[in-house]
């Protein structure tokens, strides 16, 4: 069954390129976003455009439509979010976060604003940067304390910046060369507002200076001004703002390590501070820094600025980008690594919206939501698969296709790009969600269901989230597996009503679990076990509409199977209720559970799946363990004896995700490789054959691997270029293929 639901789409090339269908922000300081955009018609359009991609020193982000957050590069201090500190080379998904209006990316920390104007941060946390008044790093968001009604976040090296509807100025993180604008130099684990500001409508954040505009036009500066970049002579710092001279009429702001920008009314750009590589856009190379602004020659009618560490990009409103600056890494995108000292347009790319200059890479946004990339990609922050460098824009390759699936007893159910979910196999519950009870063999689309972000699929049931949080259900309902209230199937979807802000979900044979954005956890169906983790067992016990699993907060994900249930805290610590007949739930005894116990799980964990009487989980490191029964030699540790407590899987040294079936599994390489283990009786493996393995084997031509799900004797697989494969049982067509009894090899399914 689907494990947890929101982790098969981690690392989708497809989602990635969605990401920003309709008016994007920009970025300023080495990624760092500034609200800017403004020139299109309105001085207020800087405080409502939204930062919609970010690049990071060697990390890049984006949001999606439907408001979820990818991300990839590097990931040393946690700031990808997706629950561990492995880089990625393609994206993925920043777990438990919803509804995002803006993000912004620092040195190695990322921010989020949602639409309800809250601020969540994740990453480097050494100065107080995430503002949750700790100093811990966190590979997952937590939310900045004591922030509400904030409509734009930017982000410096190492500290943050908010502006709140009233118009003030929020900042919090480090704080030497007082860059917070407090009039200190203490650093702050928790937001101080900025003194003597109002009426503020952009802000941008530079390595160790801030800058803002206000309504009226005007710029106000503070923090490190050694290269003049606050706009007064160098060699100085300014703890509170001050107003820089001889600009007006300023409708955005971008900050460079240490130089600024300004994008006038008029569609002119203005620069001031460090010119060592020619980034004031004057012609000048190896030039003085400059601390009165002046007009970058030569250009009008910009519309979107971004500034790198030693490079700035500019949108005009032709859709053209432009760039000058340091170019080692060909971040300029002309085709070479020759600085520039004026700006030179980047050739290949039109219809551009947004920009984003990381420290040495830059990403742009067309008006047909493809997304561009050159420069470095020494961490993969390029976002498609590799480490190679490239000097002149490249589409990070896109999908239409398939970005995650989900195996139910004996049906499939796809989730495409555009939101859309496609359904085959067995139908004989209504599982396809078409409105009818006949089984398909042919993938077809499930009617009146959009937007959808998440699927999970149990023994004779479907359940879909959507962008707004809501959930959908449909198939058998016998034991309220649907959550409508009743025991009444449908065979179209319906709302779960009393569930909102859901960000994951699973799916066990006849039970399903949620996690809300709050991190609580709720459950209904069969409950003869206790999987529901409410305290009570048996038949009177289950339940036909969602309760709160007591005791669990802080949650992240969820995985479901017959009859125990399985929870990740945001710490990585593992959850697990239910029944523990084979000791499923990794506590040493065989003892059933009705709520939740703490497993003694090794190390942080970051992903979980439940298969049938066994459970795996993936810890940060990318490592693999399991435990329950093992008969098959499913655990893949080389034997078929049944394990009490966690064992190590001899599979791939580091995974990038997992799957647990009936008796069988598999996990994805982070080399893009597939590994299955266990029972092969309908060649469930891959391999060809129809022998069982109690170590992981390699499935033959299946790389570029980026999501998978078992179930039963199925297997599925989701490669990079948006193409579903499957192997294994396939006698009501589950494969995507005409009926048959088994295949032992991957087919490609013809989901088109």
Excluded at 505 to 512: D, I, P, R, T
Excluded at 534 to 542: H, K, N, P, Q, V
Excluded at 646 to 656: E, F, I, T
Aim: glycine share 16%.
């Amino acid at each position: 069954m689907q494990s947890s639901a929101r982790w098969w789409l981690v690392r989708l090339l497809g989602v990635w390129l969605g990401v920003l269908w309709g008016g994007c922000g920009q970025t300023g300081p080495g990624g760092v976003p500034d609200e800017g955009e403004a020139v299109r018609g309105s001085s207020l359009w800087a405080t409502r455009a939204r930062a919609r991609l970010a690049a990071g020193t060697a990390h890049s982000l984006a949001v999606r439509p439907d408001g979820t957050v990818w991300t990839t590069g590097g990931n040393g201090h946690g700031q990808l979010g997706d629950g561990t500190t492995l880089s990625r080379r393609t994206p993925v998904q920043v777990q438990g976060l919803s509804g995002v209006a803006a993000v912004a990316a620092g040195h190695g920390h990322s921010l989020a604003l949602r639409y309800d104007g809250t601020v969540w941060a994740w990453g480097n946390n050494a100065y107080g940067q995430l503002g949750d008044d700790t100093r811990d790093n966190r590979t997952v968001p937590v939310q900045v304390t004591g922030l509400s009604g904030v409509v734009s976040v930017v982000a410096g090296d190492t500290h943050s910046l908010a502006v709140r509807s009233d118009g003030s100025v929020w900042a919090w993180g480090r704080n030497t060369s007082g860059q917070l604008g407090d009039g200190t130099r203490d650093d702050r684990a928790v937001p101080v507002q900025v003194t003597g500001l109002s009426g503020v409508v952009s802000v941008a954040a530079g390595g160790n200076h801030s800058l803002a505009v206000r309504s009226d036009g005007s710029v106000w500066a503070w923090g490190n001004n050694a290269s003049g970049q606050l706009g007064g002579a160098p060699e100085a710092a300014y703890p509170v703002p001050w107003r820089v001279e001889d600009v007006s009429g300023v409708v955005a702001v971008a900050a460079g390590q240490y130089h600024s920008l300004a994008v006038r009314y008029d569609g002119t750009v203005w620069a001031w501070g460090d010119n060592l590589y020619g980034q004031l856009g004057d012609g000048k190379l190896e030039g003085n820094s400059r601390w009165l602004p002046k007009q970058v020659p030569g250009l009008g009618g910009v519309v979107a600025v971004s500034a790198g560490f030693y490079h700035s990009l500019v949108v005009r409103s032709d859709g053209t980008v432009w760039a000058w600056g340091n170019n080692a890494y060909g971040q300029l995108g002309g085709g070479s690594r020759a600085h520039a000292a004026s700006p030179v347009q980047v050739l290949g790319v039109s219809g551009a919206v947004a920009v984003a200059a990381g420290y040495r890479h830059s990403l742009v946004v067309n008006s047909d939501g493809t997304l561009w990339a050159w420069g470095s990609n020494l961490d993969g922050q390029r976002g498609d698969g590799t480490l190679t460098r490239y000097p002149t824009p490249g589409r990070v390759p896109g999908l239409s296709g398939v970005v995650s699936v989900a195996a139910g007893g004996g049906h499939v159910l796809a989730l495409l790009s555009d939101g859309t979910v496609w359904a085959w196999g067995d139908n004989a519950s209504g599982q396809l969600g078409d409105g009818t009870r006949h089984s398909r063999w042919v993938p077809r689309q499930v009617p009146e269901l959009s937007g959808v972000v998440a699927v999970a699929a149990g023994s004779s049931f479907s359940l879909a989230v959507r962008y707004d949080g809501s959930v959908w259900s449909w198939g058998d309902n016998a034991y309220g597996q649907l959550g409508h209230g009743s025991t009444d199937a449908s065979s179209v979807p319906l709302h779960v009503r009393e569930l909102s802000e859901v960000v994951a979900v699973a799916a066990g044979s006849m039970h399903a679990l949620a996690v809300r954005a709050d991190g609580t956890v709720w459950g209904w169906g069969f409950n003869d076990y206790g999987q529901l983790g409410d305290g009570f067992e048996g038949i009177s016990a289950r339940r036909y509409s969602p309760v709160q699993v007591p005791g669990l907060s802080g949650m992240v994900s969820v995985a479901a199977d017959f009859g125990h249930s399985l929870a990740v805290r945001a710490d990585g610590t593992v959850w697990a209720w239910g029944n523990n007949t084979d000791s499923e739930l990794g506590d040493g005894t065989t003892t059933r559970r009705l709520v939740p116990l703490r497993v003694n799980a090794p190390g942080t964990v970051a992903l979980l799946s439940a298969g049938y009487n066994y459970s795996m989980a993936m810890r940060a490191d990318g490592s693999l363990w399991a435990w329950g029964t093992n008969f098959a030699g499913q655990l893949g540790d080389g034997s078929t004896t049944s394990r009490a407590v966690p064992v190590r899987v001899q599979g791939p040294v580091r995974a990038s995700t997992l799957a647990a079936g009936q008796s069988h599994s598999m996990a994805v390489g982070s080399d893009g490789f597939l590994w299955a283990w266990g029972f092969n009786f309908e060649g469930q493996l891959g391999d060809g054959t129809l022998t069982h393995h109690a170590l992981p084997v390699r499935v033959p031509g299946m790389s570029g691997v980026v999501a998978v799900d078992v179930t039963l004797n199925l297997s599925l697989a989701v490669r990079s270029d948006g193409s579903l494969w499957a192997w294994g049982n396939n006698d009501v067509g589950q494969l995507g293929t005409q009926p048959s009894t088994y295949v032992t090899t991957a087919v490609r399914s013809s989901l088109y």
